[in-house]
């Protein structure tokens, strides 16, 4: 192999590698802040709350954002903007979506945590975040978020604001109905 094919052969297996690398980086990314905690990047999975007891000798600000993105004809309300709770204390807020269009649509919740490692200390039972959901048209549905924040959480950290910000999920009724019939017809979905 001549040398310039040897660097065409590399530059080419580089280039291919890139390709590959940039595809893996985002799942890899996700994965990397929901261990770390980095970049608020909260739990979307029910958390066991911790038994470790309520500290009752500091309280600590806890603040709720809703956010909608476009495409989305949705309103999240959230009943109380900010609270006080002891590190340990398990807590209950309730949001409220409002379907402001004429049909059902489908849409999720992404959470993220401030401080980036307030997240690591976040523990959630219940939250409409760990599922897409599907509200009618003119529909209001009340959700629950039953979370605590863990009593090691560092002293330094007086207020946690969380922020959820909906997003659409397309096509969801389509490709739902479309695996009913495929599955009522007995080919592969």
């Given at each position: 192999?001549?040398?310039?094919?040897?660097?065409?052969?590399?530059?080419?297996?580089?280039?291919?590698?890139?390709?590959?690398?940039?595809?893996?980086?985002?799942?890899?990314?996700?994965?990397?802040?929901?261990?770390?905690?980095?970049?608020?990047?909260?739990?979307?999975?029910?958390?066991?709350?911790?038994?470790?007891?309520?500290?009752?000798?500091?309280?600590?600000?806890?603040?709720?954002?809703?956010?909608?993105?476009?495409?989305?004809?949705?309103?999240?309300?959230?009943?109380?903007?900010?609270?006080?709770?002891?590190?340990?204390?398990?807590?209950?807020?309730?949001?409220?979506?409002?379907?402001?269009?004429?049909?059902?649509?489908?849409?999720?919740t992404v959470p993220s945590v401030t401080p980036s490692e307030a997240s690591l200390h976040?523990?959630?039972?219940?939250?409409?975040?760990?599922?897409?959901?599907?509200?009618?048209?003119?529909?209001?549905?009340?959700?629950?978020?039953?979370?605590?924040?863990?009593?090691?959480?560092?002293?330094?950290?007086?207020?946690v604001t969380l922020v959820y910000t909906l997003y659409p999920v397309e096509?969801?009724?389509?490709?739902?109905?479309?695996?009913?019939?495929?599955?009522?017809?007995?080919?592969?979905?």
């Amino acid at each position: 192999m001549t040398p310039v094919q040897r660097t065409v052969t590399r530059t080419v297996a580089a280039l291919i590698g890139m390709y590959f690398f940039a595809f893996a980086l985002v799942p890899l990314y996700d994965v990397f802040c929901q261990v770390t905690g980095l970049n608020g990047k909260a739990a979307n999975q029910p958390r066991a709350m911790s038994n470790e007891g309520v500290d009752t000798s500091r309280y600590v600000t806890v603040q709720f954002i809703t956010r909608s993105s476009k495409g989305l004809p949705w309103e999240l309300d959230v009943m109380t903007r900010q609270l006080r709770v002891h590190p340990g204390q398990p807590t209950e807020v309730e949001f409220a979506f409002t379907n402001k269009s004429d049909s059902a649509s489908w849409g999720r919740t992404v959470p993220s945590v401030t401080p980036s490692e307030a997240s690591l200390h976040m523990r959630k039972l219940t939250c409409f975040c760990f599922q897409e959901q599907r509200i009618e048209g003119g529909q209001r549905v009340a959700m629950p978020l039953v979370f605590q924040l863990t009593r090691d959480l560092p002293s330094e950290i007086n207020t946690v604001t969380l922020v959820y910000t909906l997003y659409p999920v397309e096509n969801k009724d389509n490709v739902s109905q479309q695996v009913q019939r495929t599955w009522r017809e007995g080919g592969d979905a």
